[in-house]
């Protein structure tokens, strides 16, 4: 049985301040990779002119695993004889979903990239968006369901949001 998933569209906008070694500009040929785990990845179009400051504006369409906690996103330049990895960034998924924002909201986000050394090596810009739930089994209840009072089905998980205020409690 496969593991559960979500559909993410994600767009590769751009990246600037890229180099090769920490130094010299990057000339031409970059693409990023996308992974959101060791077996789902996309790539995008290879930028043949933009150089240090590429641009794709590429939407990749993949499935996002329900564990993900991250999702990888590296540029490449390629070489000659081989390509190399310019940089990588670890987006949180957490950036992206869950929380207050709705289903389909359109998320612009701006990472920084590190090389293999841990040094900055520029900056990618991305959107996010996710889609509708992708189920390999439909859930199953982990309570019998129950009726209480008024006819409401207890049986669900309740999460709550812990909410800090200013507000004293003055006893008389």
């Given at each position: 049985m496969e593991a559960a998933s979500r559909v993410m569209e994600i767009t590769v906008i751009s990246a600037e301040g890229l180099r090769?070694?920490?130094?010299?500009?990057?000339?031409?040929?970059?693409?990023?990779?996308?992974?959101?785990?060791?077996?789902?990845?996309?790539?995008?179009?290879?930028?043949?002119?933009?150089?240090?400051?590429?641009?794709?504006?590429?939407?990749?369409?993949?499935?996002?695993?329900?564990?993900?906690?991250?999702?990888?996103?590296?540029?490449?330049?390629?070489?000659?004889?081989?390509?190399?990895?310019?940089g990588t960034a670890r987006v949180p998924v957490s950036d992206f979903s869950g929380g207050l924002t709705p289903e389909s909201y359109l998320h612009c986000l701006s990472y920084r990239l590190r090389d293999e050394k841990g040094e900055r090596n520029g900056i990618v810009n991305l959107s996010v968006r996710m889609k509708g739930s992708v189920m390999a089994a439909p859930p199953q209840r982990m309570w019998p369901a129950t009726v209480v009072g008024g006819g409401w089905d207890c049986s669900g998980v309740v999460v709550g949001v812990p909410v800090h205020s200013s507000y004293r409690t003055v006893q008389v």
């Open positions: 090769v070694n920490s130094r010299k500009p990057v000339k031409k040929n970059a693409y990023v990779v996308v992974r959101t785990d060791s077996k789902n990845s996309e790539m995008t179009r290879v930028d043949t002119e933009g150089g240090s400051f590429s641009t794709w504006n590429q939407k990749l369409v993949m499935n996002l695993p329900a564990q993900a906690r991250f999702v990888t996103v590296e540029v490449h330049c390629k070489g000659s004889s081989a390509d190399r990895v310019i």
